[in-house]
């Protein structure tokens, strides 16, 4: 921006969320749009937030663009979905993922006697926090942290789960809910910002209110009681609605259409 108001180029920018909405004055998130050419947004949620900030004349510079995928991540033999009840979350330990409050949740769900695996798939500044929690609720042996992993080890974590669970309390709209669906993998995540633009309930999604210990069990217990055929056939609605809207070819023609512009 700076170098444009000394007579440099043009520029645009793109805002994914959610830490950009929560301080738009201190990073100026106007001024930047406002003297923008134009600016994209991954969700319709995301466009909704920057229209909240600058005049409606500004309304129109505003793009929605969705995060693409790239065929070579997803472009593989269908696997199976296991027998066994394990669920991957895949993120930075952080609070805004919710990882404590899924804790609470696997606390619980032993407690009831439900079978299940939690892998932690990530690494962060509540890594530690996470390991003592797993140790004062006795789940060592239920629930494993990888630590930072590859993309390549992350979509290995996502075939080998029975589902993909994100209890997120801020989002944009996370890529890897994308990868999971078009891996197949069905998603449990919560209904904030973009993530209900994409998942939906009976095509591969189980949405749940946010910071709710109990609605995680809830939406664990259901989802782990459905026959694998059906999951099966579910999951396949939501990989289609990925590679619909989550093309990275369409996706970059249409940015590269607005830098033509």
Do not use: N
């Not at 999951?235 to 619909?244: N, P, S, Y």
């Not at 070819?249 to 830098?259: I, K, Y």
């Amino acid at each position: 921006m700076l170098v444009h108001e000394l007579g440099g180029p043009k520029y645009s920018f793109t805002v994914h969320g959610p830490q950009e909405f929560d301080r738009p004055t201190f990073i100026g998130l106007a001024e930047k749009v406002r003297r923008a050419a134009f600016v994209a947004v991954v969700s319709s949620f995301g466009k909704s937030q920057l229209c909240r900030w600058v005049d409606h004349a500004h309304w129109s510079k505003i793009h929605e663009i969705h995060c693409g995928l790239e065929e070579a991540f997803y472009d593989i033999e269908p696997v199976p979905l296991p027998s066994i009840p394990r669920l991957v979350c895949v993120g930075r330990l952080c609070e805004q993922k919710g990882q404590l409050l899924l804790l609470e949740a696997a606390y619980k769900l032993m407690q009831r006697g439900t079978e299940f695996e939690l892998v932690l798939a990530g690494d962060g500044e509540l890594r530690v926090e996470l390991e003592q929690l797993i140790d004062r609720f006795g789940l060592s042996h239920r629930v494993r942290i990888t630590g930072w992993i590859s993309s390549e080890q992350v979509r290995e974590e996502l075939v080998s789960a029975r589902g993909m669970i994100l209890p997120s309390f801020a989002e944009g709209l996370p890529v890897v809910i994308m990868e999971a669906l078009a891996l197949r993998r069905p998603v449990l995540t919560t209904w904030v910002a973009g993530i209900p633009e994409l998942v939906r309930e009976g095509e591969g999604g189980y949405l749940f209110k946010p910071g709710s210990v109990q609605a995680v069990v809830d939406t664990v217990e259901r989802f782990l009681q459905v026959p694998l055929d059906e999951l099966a056939s579910q999951v396949e609605l939501g990989r289609k609605r990925v590679l619909e809207r989550h093309s990275v070819e369409v996706e970059a023609g249409t940015l590269a259409a607005l830098f033509a512009k």
